[in-house]
């Protein structure tokens, strides 16, 4: 089994930065990538961004230029996120990916308001 405690989510304005943090636990060597997703009110969890064991990233579209995936560890990841905007507003996930499936965290609530 894999834990995943996700930290750093709250309110901000907009262009105000956060930082999230990931940190796993547990029986890890099966574990390739991890990364972040979001689900917002009446919407799908969409993929933000994910780092490989090589360190390789893959962001969404709408992520590119302001929010920066990184490896603290082997097994914590976070999540740099500036000029943050209204629309960043979501639940936050922490994921990693095993060969046989998905581990999630609890989720961190991110809100862009003024």
């Known amino acids: 089994q894999v834990q995943l405690v996700e930290s750093g989510g709250g309110l901000v304005q907009p262009g105000g930065s956060l930082r999230l943090s990931c940190a796993a636990s547990?029986?890890?060597?099966?574990?390739?990538?991890m990364g972040w997703y979001r689900q917002a009110p009446g919407k799908e969890r969409e993929l933000v961004a994910t780092?490989?064991?090589?360190?390789?990233t893959n962001y969404a579209d709408s992520v590119k230029g302001r929010f920066t995936i990184s490896r603290d560890s082997r097994y914590m990841v976070s999540l740099q996120m500036n000029s943050l905007k209204p629309e960043d507003t979501a639940v936050y996930y922490c994921?990693?990916?095993?060969?046989?499936?998905?581990?999630w965290g609890q989720g961190t609530q991110v809100t862009v308001s003024s």
């Open positions: 994921n990693a990916e095993a060969p046989d499936r998905d581990y």
């Open positions: 547990g029986i890890l060597f099966s574990i390739n990538v």
């Open positions: 780092i490989t064991r090589g360190a390789v």
